[in-house]
Nanobody, 115 residues
Framework: QVQLVESGGGLVQAGGSLRLSCAASGSIFSIYTMGWYRQAPGKQRELVARITSGGSTIYADSVKGRFTISRDNAKNTVYLQMNSLKPEDTAVYYC?????????WGQGTQVTVSS
């Protein structure tokens, strides 16, 4: 059983940066493609970025060039570096496998970007 715990969210002004972390329990973490997702109020959850076990990455158009996903398999941790944040990035951010697996959704971490 894998548990995922997100952290690093907060309140930041537009143009600022945050780094999110996702710590995973479970010895098979390293074989998964992992993703960062977000859900804004009144909107569906969306995939922001994903990274394969080998480190290949794909980003949503809305964050390309501003966000960077990375992973440290030795630490069972996935990161999301978010730069040049915009108010429209405000959401609860979650990590999960890609494709997502319902049992792995955690509490997420709130990111709020003020204008």
């Amino acid at each position: 059983q894998v548990q995922l715990v997100e952290s690093g969210g907060g309140l930041v002004q537009a143009g600022g940066s945050l780094r999110l972390s996702c710590a995973a329990s479970g010895s098979i973490f390293s074989i998964y493609t992992m993703g960062w997702y977000r859900q804004a109020p009144g909107k569906q959850r969306e995939l922001v970025a994903r990274i394969t076990s080998g480190g290949s990455t794909i980003y949503a158009d809305s964050v390309k060039g501003r966000f960077t996903i990375s992973r440290d398999n030795a630490k069972n941790t996935v990161y999301l570096q978010m730069n040049s944040l915009k108010p429209e990035d405000t959401a609860v951010y979650y990590c999960n496998r890609y494709p997502d697996y319902n049992a792995y959704w955690g509490q997420g971490t709130q990111v709020t970007v003020s204008s």
